[in-house]
């Protein structure tokens, strides 16, 4: 199955353990002149030879082939006559003689119209496709397994959960993002046939409010690759491929040349918008990382996505702007919760090193949360009492010029004496790579703003315990 097919179903579920043999297959290592192939392919493909398929929508229908072969569902033969809508003709798969078969893509379009669309590649690129695409019976995304909300004992908690209720990712939300990715990868197959997209970031790890945006890591190959030269140039032709045959789907495709690049679009179907990047793979260790640490422990949602709400009304939660990312915002939640007189939360990955390591292949990150049991704290805290002292602990405890926040350790280590770390304002070390996450913030306005915000808050709910005096609940309920 694909490693996202199952990413409804909480981290430490047992008994659903599959396999997937994609990444045991020697990764393909694109040549420059493969990607200019490609290129040269995309520009001359004949569109003429489109097929119309039958509309696919969200909701409550099971999506057609979302994860399937055109040719099979389970283990069940489909007709030659769906199999093939065109006259084409029947293969055995495995003989060494066939010809390149039109594989069918589901193509949205406008005009509540899908097409499938022939290969982009010559001969020799088209893929093997049961290897590539294997033929398993499509499974749907299923519920996340309830967890107990804590239980509010005074009027600030109440808010919190209040808020955090109205206002979660719904699995009506995660369906939507999953069925975009499923469907993109299958055009992106089109263009590296043994590619995988996964979906990343707060919309699967646990953390993601309604109006979470998606973020999508394409995976080529294993191997780490150069962002400047390889990822931009993998990324020109995806966008000039959404630019073209997805325009009715896919609207504002824009490649943004970053440090890490990107392509950003939004889905029209789903009204999402999408962050694509290329082989940046600790965002899909990073993301499992913190869907066992969100299911651990029944407080550890409801507070990061009040904590989240609170940065963003204030201004602070965007590293785009020289302020804090939500990713280093749920480490320094984590971090907090760890350095407790009682902890709350354990180090993940001082008690399960192997389940956590790098070393785990990437299409098996998704198994390797699945026997972590909830995390049993003797911490009775209330969700107002952490929150009034998380912010109390980053406005008057934590030393920021000579501490660096670290979820792996389970505390505050000192900075290392190095670049990366040096004259930096504030230091998150990231679990897998350990860069830091807050570099954003290299801006001392910027920082004193974060500082003051803390303090001010701190103060203002010490006195008055209620949620109101530092994040209004209606603008923030209606933001959802």
């Known amino acids: 199955m694909f490693p996202n097919s199952i990413l409804g179903r909480p981290p430490f579920t047992p008994n659903h353990q599959q396999h997937n043999n994609f990444f045991a297959l020697s990764p393909t290592l694109y040549s420059h002149q493969q990607l200019i192939d490609a290129q040269y392919n995309f520009q001359n493909v004949d569109l003429s030879r489109a097929v119309t398929l039958q509309p696919l929508t969200y909701g409550t229908v099971s999506p057609i082939q979302t994860s399937t072969s055109p040719l099979f569902r389970g283990r069940k033969r489909i007709s030659d006559e769906k199999a093939f809508p065109l006259d084409g003709k029947r293969q055995r798969f495995h003989s060494p003689h066939q010809e390149p078969t039109i594989i069918n893509q589901i193509v949205p379009l406008s005009g509540d119209r899908r097409y499938s669309m022939p290969p982009l590649f010559h001969t020799h690129y088209v893929p093997d496709i049961v290897r590539c695409v294997p033929p398993l019976r499509e499974i749907p995304l299923l519920e996340p397994r309830e967890i107990t909300l804590p239980e509010a004992k005074d009027k600030l908690s109440q808010q919190i959960l209040e808020l955090f209720q109205t206002c979660q990712q719904q699995t009506s939300d995660l369906k939507k993002k999953e069925l975009c990715r499923a469907q993109l990868q299958r055009e992106i197959q089109l263009l590296f046939p043994q590619s995988r997209l996964f979906l990343v970031g707060s919309s699967l790890n646990g953390f993601g409010a309604r109006s979470s945006d998606g973020d999508l890591c394409l995976v080529v190959k294993e191997e780490p690759v150069n962002q400047k030269t390889e990822a931009r140039h993998i990324l020109t032709l995806v966008h000039k491929h959404f630019c073209t045959r997805l325009s009715g789907y896919i609207e504002r495709p824009q490649l943004i040349r970053a440090k890490v690049p990107i392509v950003k679009f939004r889905d029209k179907v789903s009204c999402v918008e999408f962050d694509l990047n290329v082989n940046n793979t600790v965002g899909i260790r990073n993301t499992f990382l913190l869907r066992t640490y969100a299911y651990l422990e029944n407080r550890v949602r409801p507070l990061v996505l009040v904590i989240k709400k609170w940065a963003s009304h204030h201004d602070i939660n965007d590293a785009s702007r020289g302020t804090l990312s939500s990713y280093s915002l749920v480490l320094m939640v984590l971090h907090y919760l760890q350095t407790l007189p009682e902890p709350i939360l354990p180090s993940l990955q001082k008690i399960y090193p192997e389940s956590f390591s790098t070393s785990v292949q990437l299409h098996l990150v998704h198994h390797t949360p699945c026997s972590v049991p909830p995390y049993l704290s003797k911490n009775e ?66 920082f004193d703003l974060i500082k003051d915000q803390f303090l001010k808050s701190w103060h203002r709910l010490k006195n008055k315990r209620d949620l109101n005096s530092v994040l209004p609940l209606r603008a923030a309920t209606l933001k959802r």
């Open 381 to 446: 805290s209330s969700l107002g009492d952490l929150l009034l002292g998380f912010l109390k602990y980053y406005a008057t405890e934590f030393d920021w010029n000579t501490q660096m926040i670290s979820v792996r350790e389970a505390k505050a280590i000192p900075r290392p004496d190095d670049i990366e770390w040096r004259n930096k304002y504030i230091c998150v070390e990231e679990p897998f790579d350990g860069t830091n996450t807050a570099r954003a913030v290299h801006e001392k306005q910027k």
